[in-house]
């Protein structure tokens, strides 16, 4: 029988914090976990093994680390953890990659999972070329991807921590942002709420909106509108992020009349919305309207479908913080440990 063929206890589908707490739980619970680690892609740029923290330098938010560290290097500790304890990732060259050195690039020999079936049980996991992979119990731990322009100087100046990011609550307080004149990109109430919350921080904050009117509930565009250090900038879009090392600004173009203008700033955050990664489960479980993982009960982890559990931002529409998916994903292996042991299958 080969590797593939055997039925797996638990298969993690993720690798950003909530896949590998996921697997640090279900590695010391004796369940071998096996885990899709997922390959990196450029489009969107933004996915890849380690999850949205490799998109970002300083992490200071995370409890334990009290003088801060990298988005990466947290990463790469989680995944060592994981391993330590006996989790397997599917990689190019068999299950057992060595992660002792963060540097050594290993992460990019890592797999998708490109499809599941779910009404076989044990359910049916497909990796790259359609390899079939079988298992008891799934989490799916996919996260969702923020939302970007598209820009190049984006996403240069996104990946070298040069003051371009999608996450205000992250990155808001860093000290690169105070005192600064910022700009949110974005005209609903998450981009409302980034923009009220960079306030604290920041002399100014621009709302840059392609429209003419927010597409925020009335209360918070009143609330956008009445803040002093706020200015939306209407029918506006940016065209171009300047700035070498650091941001210096953006190349705006009117919707209207076409006409381009320059707009110096200290830091860009987009506020443009998150894709949750779950295209490939489509039909399988259920999902909301914006293709976030449906719980049956909050509290738990426990999905529409009896042994698949969801943990991390591919459930979690709210939070979006690593602290809150890490948890999600002890939740999804203690309650995937109690499904598979009432079944006999443990
Ligand atoms: C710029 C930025 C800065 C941030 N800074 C902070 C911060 O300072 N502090 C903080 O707490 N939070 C921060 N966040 C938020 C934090 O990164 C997320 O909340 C957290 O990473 C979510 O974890 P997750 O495990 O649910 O998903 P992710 O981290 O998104 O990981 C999902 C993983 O699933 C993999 N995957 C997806 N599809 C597949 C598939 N089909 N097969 C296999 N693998 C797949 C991806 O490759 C990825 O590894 C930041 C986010 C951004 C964008």
Redesign the pocket.
Known sequence: MSEASKVEKVII???????WTAAIYAARADLNPLV???RPKRDPET???????M??TD????PGFPEGIT?PAMMSRFEQQGVRFGTRIVTDDGFNPDVSNPDDGHSYSYH???RVDLSQRPFVVYGEDDTEYRTHALII??????NWLGLENEGRL?RSGGGV???AV??GALPTFRNKELAVVGGGDSAVEEASYLTKFASKVYMIHRRDELRASKIMAQRAMDNPKMEILWNKIVIDVLGDDMISGVKLKDTKTGDESTLPLGGLFLGIGHTP?TA?LEGQLELDEKGYIKLKDPYRAHTSVEGVFG????VDKVY??????AGM?CKAAIDAEHWLSEKGLA
């Open positions: 589908v993720g690798s950003g914090p909530a896949g899709f680690a997922g996915i890849m093994p380690g999850g949205q923290l998109l970002t992490v200071e938010n995370y988005g998708d999972c490109r731990a996919t996260g969702a991807t923020a996104a990011s999608a996450c992250c990155d990664a490939f943990a991390g931002d591919c979006r913080q690593a602290i809150t998916a994903g």
